[in-house]
Each structure stands twice: as C-alpha cells, then as structure tokens.
C-alpha cells in the first residue's frame, strides 16, 4: 500500500499541475468559509456590544420594582392584594443586609424645565448620591447632588450634557438656578457625555436629591430601588435580602419584583448567540456550493486523467488506492481553499474592527475551526463520487481512451 | 509460464459483436523472446491486453505460473501486475508533471517502498537506460526516445518476469526506435520474457518466435 506522504506528495502535484481548475476551487471554499467567519463575526459583535451596554448599567446590579410580576403557578391571595409602594425607608432599610454594597432609590417623572426664556421638557431623576457610583456615571463638571439626609431635599440638580447645550447654550450652567416645575434649583454639576444606556439618553436628563422629586411629583413611592451588591458572590444573597427585608416591612407580603442585571443579560446572551449560530447556518449553505463545485471539476479532472488513472492501474495500483489519491486531491483542495478563506475572513473582520471603532468584531474560535473543518468534510464527501468513479475505470478502457 | 486456453474476447459495437479473438491456446515458457504481428484490428493488442490483466476475456483461461489468474478479483490481480509485469506502452503514458526519477519510481511509490530505495532503484535503472543525465528533467523536457528509455526503465524497476510492449517504436524515429529495442532485447537476455506487438517487420523478424495473427486467431507461430 501507498505511503501515506506519498499520497499527499502526488495529490499535492496534481493541485500544482493543474493551477487554474485549483485556483477556481480555493476561490469557492475561501469566499465560503470568510462568509462564515465575517458573519459569525459581526453576529458576535453585536452580542458583544449589546452586553457592553449592559455592563455600562453598573455591575453587580440587582433591580427591586414594586408589585409582584411573576407567573408561578400558585393559588390567588384570598384577599385582593393590591401591591405597596416602595418607599425611601424601604430603600434605606436595605443596608441591613451585608450584601447590599450601595442603595439607590429612584423617582422618575417629566416636567417643564426652564432657565430664562428658554423652556423644555425633561426627565426628572430623584435619586441619592450613591447613583453616582450605582450607574458609573460619569461628571464633566461640578460634583454630584450630595449624600446627606435622603429625607431632606436640597435645591440642587445636576444636568445632562445635551439639556446644558440647549438651556445654556455657550453659557456658564454651573451655580445658575433653573426652574422644573414650581420649583428652583441651582446647577451643581454637569453629566459627561456618556451616549445612550439602555435606551435612556443619559445627556437629556436632570438629577434632583430623591426628597426633592418625591415634593415635585408630590408621591412617596419609588420608582424603583437600584441596589449594587457587595460583590459578584453577593448577588444571589443581595437578591433575597431585599426580598426578606422589604417583606417584612410590608406586613410579611412579597409584594416586590427583584430582578438582576445578570438574568437580563444571561437572556440576551441566549438570544444573540442563538442568531449568530443562525447566521453561520446560513453562510454554511455557500460551503455546500462550493463542494459541489469541487465535485464537478474533480469529475472533469479525472475525464482529463484517464490516460493516468489507466496507467496507475496498470501499474498495479488497486482501485482503493486510486480512491484515496483522488478523495485526497479533493481534500487537499478544499483544506488549502479553506485556509484562505480563514485568512480572508479573519482580514476582513479585522479591518471591520478598525471601521466600527466601539463595535469588536472577532470570529470566535468555535466558527473558524467550524468552517474550516465543514470545508474539508464537504471536500471528502463530494470528492467520493468522482475518486469512486475514477477508480472503478477498466484500465484498458482508461488507457486505450485518447485525449 | 504462461498458458492461454480457448480465450474469446468479444466487443459489443453498436448492434453488431466483433470478435477480437477467437478461441486463442497459447504457451509462452519464462525467457523467450515473442513478436506479435498483424494487421490493425486482427486482435493483437488484445491479446497483450488480455496477457497483462488489463482486460478480461469473455471465456477460456489464463494461468500466469500456474495461477488461475483470470478468475483473481481486481485487488489481487492488481498485485499480480505489480509484482510480474510491466508495461511499455506507444505513448509512453509519462505523468507529465512528475520528473523522470518519479516517473520510473511511481510503481515503487505504488506499493509503499521506502523513499530510499525507490531513488536508489531509479537511479540505477536509469543508468542501465543512459538516461541518468536527465533525473530531474520532466517528460516534456525530454525527446520520444528518451521518454521510451524512461518507461522501458519504469517496467523493469519492479523486476518484472514479464515485459509487454505495445508498439515500443510506434511514435519514434529509425535511431531512436532502435535505441529502444536494443534496451528491451537487454532485458530479455537477462531472462525476463518479452513480449512486443508491432506493425514492423524489420522488429518483428528479430524476435526468437514470431506469432502472427489475423481475424482473432493466431494463424503463424514461427520459430526459427
């Protein structure tokens, strides 16, 4: 039997010998396999920057939402239960808990805020000062509304980057009093320009002490509670102490919601991942083109080697050595256009990266390995039909056949 | 050797059936020295087919020392030419891409033997053939009688019991030609059986026996 370097010196010949059938079918598997890396790689972009943005959120996060939004199966109350609010103490009350790193209430709403003639609506967020840290926010100037009593609200607010530019255009903001509402307050500090979080436009929103906006919407409830664990390890236990804690506080009812930002991000991880493997399907189908290809213009390689495959046979080459010289041409082929294509895709995902500066786009090693090994298992499976066709040629036939 | 009994060989041709041979009984001991002639289609090719495994016959048999080798699966009878034969064919059927050295080796490389011996069996065989300066040149590189010179080489490089050769001097010129027979008669006279199909005369009339044939049937078998 053959050697097993000397079945791929010959098939490696044969490539050789004949360059412009072998450029053609290096050409079909590399477009085929970059398509698969470029895909897999934008796809995996995406998901990556979708979990950037929920990263920006703050990390370690556990959200409390009033009120009880949870299908499990249980019986009714018997009794109407109509969900608490969610007060400032609720919030406060939290740092019982050793887990709970850092609490911060929030009072959402819109009003009309003004300065001079000039006059928008905005949204409102009552908060504490620990929403600095919470949220990672970011300031350009000024400090952050301060952390005195939560209960006694100051007259102060710090404003977003694209309220400065319309409020005070090229104008100093700082220490200037603006009216929401009824109500006057002094510009303490500005937000850095951060860019959207979530779908909330960070420059376009006001910060009060949460005191001063519960007064403003005339309300004692939360919006909600943002609390951040101590750490990744105190998530879990940060989850059911607000829940023990808030319970207790509300006569024994679990009438909270607590969700964490790793349950939110965990679901679009699934969701991102489950497109980008639905991608990569779908640039597979251009491989299956391609070992169609192979497979045609190795049958027209072996009605152009007959002569040859006579001449093996009459060499004393059995029929399955003929088979494996061919089904090793075919894989060779499909090996050598698959590297390229590797090349090409991780080249283009690489210049990808370079246009989108804030969206990373890589092919994740399961996708390169991936399409590089469907190439070579398209390559062997339909280089089968030909190699088998090759072999089963009666040598005189072969032979005697002229070109 | 070699003993052919009552062979018939048939080709369907459109409607109609031609008999290559006809019911051929033929001995052919180790060592002689064989020609075979006859106008085209009077079966001699066939026949060299049929002697060298490459074709099947539709009836009779074929024992090659003794083995009935006509019944012999393909794998087996694919062995079989490796080992005892070797062929010398009118169109040298070289690889183009491959050198002369591989070219003369591929039925080592065939069977497995190891890279060293192979270059040193080419090697030695070439230089039997005074084709030793042209190693590396590949076939296009070479003239018809050198390419002969080549495949003469490749078909003794296995040691062979037996050559076949199909019009060896059919696509060269009168110098050349003789260059060639000169080699295969060499080999003969080292006890290998030759056999050679031929139009020519002149190349017929130098082998020890002479079989001449016409319509599928051997119908002159001289031995002077």
Same mark, same amino acid.
């Given at each position: ?19 412009? /059938? +072998?450029?053609?079918? *290096? ?17 995996e972009g995406a998901r990556l920057y979708v979990l950037k943005q929920f990263t920006t959120l703050g990390s370690h996060l556990v959200i409390v939402l ?25 919030a ?9 790193g850092k609490v911060a209430p929030v009072v959402i709403g819109s009003a009309?805020v ?6 928008r609506e905005v949204l409102v967020l009552g908060t504490t000062a620990e929403m600095e840290q919470v949220r990672q926010l970011k300031l350009a100037r000024g400090k952050f509304i ?5 209960? /006694?609200?100051?007259?102060?607010c710090v404003i977003g980057h694209t309220l400065r530019k319309e409020l ?5 903001a700082?220490?200037?009093? #603006?009216?929401i509402?009824?109500? /006057?307050?002094?510009v303490i500090g500005e937000l850095a320009q951060q860019g959207h979080s979530l779908g909330t436009d960070i420059g376009d929103l006001i910060i009060i002490p949460v005191?001063?906006a ?8 939360l919006f909600r509670i943002l609390i951040q664990a101590?750490?990744r390890?105190?998530i879990?236990?940060a ?13 024994? =009812?679990?009438?909270?919601t607590v969700i964490t930002q790793d349950s939110i991000l965990a679901t679009f991880d699934r969701i991102f991942?489950?497109l ?33 495959? &006579? ?27 698959? *590297? ?16 989108f500066a804030d969206f990373s786009i ?16 398209? &390559? ?16 005189? =036939? ?6 | ?19 290559? *041979? ?18 085209? &289609?009077? &079966? ?6 049929? *002697? ?6 539709? +009836?009779? +048999? ?9 019944? #012999?699966?393909?794998? =087996? ?32 490389? #065939? ?50 019991? #037996? ?38 005369? =002149? ?22």
């Amino acid at each position: 039997m053959m050697r097993l370097a000397d079945v791929f010196r010959y098939s490696l010949q044969a490539m050789l010998g004949h360059r412009g /059938r +072998s450029l053609l079918i *290096l050409l079909a598997m590399a477009i085929g396999v970059a398509a698969v890396v470029v895909l897999t790689a934008l796809g995996e972009g995406a998901r990556l920057y979708v979990l950037k943005q929920f990263t920006t959120l703050g990390s370690h996060l556990v959200i409390v939402l009033p009120g009880r939004s949870e299908t499990s199966g249980g019986p009714p109350p018997m009794l109407g239960e109509t969900p608490r609010d969610l007060t400032l103490d609720d919030a406060l009350a939290l740092y019982q808990s050793h887990a709970v790193g850092k609490v911060a209430p929030v009072v959402i709403g819109s009003a009309p805020v003004s300065w001079q003639a000039r006059e928008r609506e905005v949204l409102v967020l009552g908060t504490t000062a620990e929403m600095e840290q919470v949220r990672q926010l970011k300031l350009a100037r000024g400090k952050f509304i301060d952390s005195n009593n939560p209960h /006694r609200g100051a007259a102060v607010c710090v404003i977003g980057h694209t309220l400065r530019k319309e409020l005070f255009g090229n104008q100093q903001a700082l220490g200037q009093w #603006l009216r929401i509402g009824e109500r /006057r307050f002094r510009v303490i500090g500005e937000l850095a320009q951060q860019g959207h979080s979530l779908g909330t436009d960070i420059g376009d929103l006001i910060i009060i002490p949460v005191a001063s906006a519960q007064a403003l919407f005339n309300t004692e409830s939360l919006f909600r509670i943002l609390i951040q664990a101590k750490g990744r390890d105190s998530i879990t236990a940060a989850m059911q102490a607000a829940e023990a804690i808030i319970s207790k506080r509300h006569d024994g =009812e679990n009438d909270i919601t607590v969700i964490t930002q790793d349950s939110i991000l965990a679901t679009f991880d699934r969701i991102f991942t489950a497109l980008t493997f639905a991608v990569a399907a779908i640039a597979a189908i251009s491989l299956a083109v391609a070992g169609i290809l192979i497979m045609n213009v190795m049958l027209i390689a072996i009605s152009q080697r007959t002569a040859e495959i &006579g001449l093996l046979k009459a060499l004393g080459a059995p029929d399955i050595e003929i088979m494996l010289l061919f089904m090793a041409e075919a894989g060779l082929l499909s090996l050598c256009g698959g *590297l390229a294509g590797l090349g090409l895709g991780m080249g283009s995902s690489f210049l990808l990266d370079q246009a989108f500066a804030d969206f990373s786009i890589a092919a994740p090693a399961w996708a390169s390995l991936g399409a590089l090994s469907t190439a070579l298992l398209t &390559g062997i499976i339909f280089g089968y039909i030909p190699a088998h066709r090759a072999a089963r040629l009666k040598p005189v =036939e072969a032979l005697t056949r002229r070109r | 050797m070699i003993e052919l009994a009552s062979i018939n060989r048939n080709f369907e041709v459109g409607e109609e059936t031609v008999h290559a *041979l006809r019911d051929i009984n033929l001995n052919i001991e180790a060592g002689e020295y064989i020609s075979i002639m006859g106008p085209s &289609g009077s &079966g001699k090719s066939t026949l060299l087919n049929i *002697l060298g495994l490459l074709d099947q016959p539709n +009836s009779g +048999s074929y024992r090659f020392n003794d083995q009935a080798v006509n019944q #012999l699966a393909d794998e =087996e009878q694919a062995r079989v030419r490796l080992e005892y034969i070797g062929f010398v064919f009118q169109f040298f059927h070289l690889i183009p891409r491959l050198s002369a050295t591989d070219n003369v080796a591929l039925p080592l490389t #065939l069977a497995g033997v190891d890279p060293e011996i192979r270059k040193q069996k080419a090697a030695l065989a070439m230089q039997a053939l005074g084709i030793a300066d042209r190693a590396q040149h590949r076939p296009d590189q070479l003239s018809g009688g050198q390419r002969q010179r080549v495949a003469i080489a490749r078909a003794m490089i296995t040691e062979p019991q #037996l050559i076949l050769a199909d019009e060896p001097t059919g696509n060269l010129d009168r110098a050349s030609g003789a260059d060639v027979i000169e080699a295969l008669e060499e080999l003969n006279q080292k006890g290998i059986t030759l056999i050679v199909v031929t139009h020519d005369p =002149e190349l017929g009339q130098r082998a020890r026996r002479r079989l001449s044939m016409d319509d599928g049937k051997i119908i002159g078998d001289l031995s002077p």
